[in-house]
């Protein structure tokens, strides 16, 4: 599975749009970008995912370049809830493993 | 319906005993897995099973077993803790095929002193 690359800390305001990025510059055809979160100590959550075509559903949106080179998870109304460690994830499709980077630590600031 | 429970939530150990934490899931999945977490680090995948009576290795599974005797069960044993095991567990279940999103447990807080 590819590798991919966050920023391991960033901060946002309450009420604001966050944006997420991730870098997935070796990320094959059949593979898909997934992104889960954790709370702290809490199990990780799935978010969404996506091959090529933008995603949306009720917790986020996900932007992912036409290259596929790089995706952008969008968090659009922060909330303090919101405050956890994102983890972008390349994966194939039937693949039975996910692997976990470092992710990058949100903060949402009131 | 309560998706993936573990258990025990907490465990202290000394060094060299052991013991079995239990994943259980009631959605009927086939694919089940054991990752450690490490403090300040990501998920890392222990062992691993796609359907019932299978086990396969993960990216650390050294001084781990594991069993699956039944679908809905996934067994991790520890023969003889060590304080490098300690760690936070999770377990997690995927459906299997092509659906590929991972439902994960609460996890188990385990330190071996």
């Known amino acids: 599975d590819a590798k991919t690359t966050q920023p391991p800390s960033m901060d946002c305001a309450e009420g604001r749009a966050a944006n997420l990025p991730c870098n997935h510059s070796?990320?094959?055809?059949?593979?898909?970008v997934y992104w889960y979160r954790q709370i702290h100590s809490q199990g990780p959550q799935y978010i969404i995912h996506?091959?090529?075509n933008n995603e949306t559903n009720e917790m986020a949106s996900l932007i992912i370049t036409e290259d596929r080179k790089s995706s952008t998870l969008i968090l659009p109304h922060a909330t303090l809830r919101d405050t956890a460690v994102y983890y972008c994830?390349?994966?194939?499709?039937?693949?039975?493993?996910?692997?976990f980077g470092q992710g990058t630590r949100l903060t949402i600031n009131p | 319906n309560a998706g993936v429970t573990q258990t025990p939530k907490f465990r202290v150990l000394k060094t060299g005993q052991s013991m079995t934490l239990l994943c259980a899931q009631d959605?009927?999945?086939?694919?089940m897995y054991w990752y450690r977490q490490d403090p300040g680090m990501g998920l890392r995948l222990i062992h691993y099973?796609?359907?019932?009576?299978?086990?396969a290795k993960g990216e650390v599974p050294d001084g781990y077993n594991v069993s699956r005797l039944k679908k809905q069960n996934f067994l991790l044993g520890l023969e003889s803790a060590a304080p490098s095991q300690t760690s936070v567990y999770f377990c997690?279940?995927?459906?299997?095929?092509?659906?590929?999103?991972?439902?994960f447990g609460p996890g188990t807080r385990l330190t071996v002193l």
């Open positions: 099973s796609v359907g019932e009576g299978t086990t």
């Open positions: 994830i390349v994966k194939s499709q039937g693949a039975q493993k996910l692997v």
């Open positions: 959605m009927n999945h086939e694919y």
């Open positions: 996506g091959l090529k």
């Open positions: 997690a279940t995927q459906r299997g095929g092509y659906s590929d999103t991972q439902y």
């Open positions: 070796t990320i094959s055809g059949n593979e898909y």
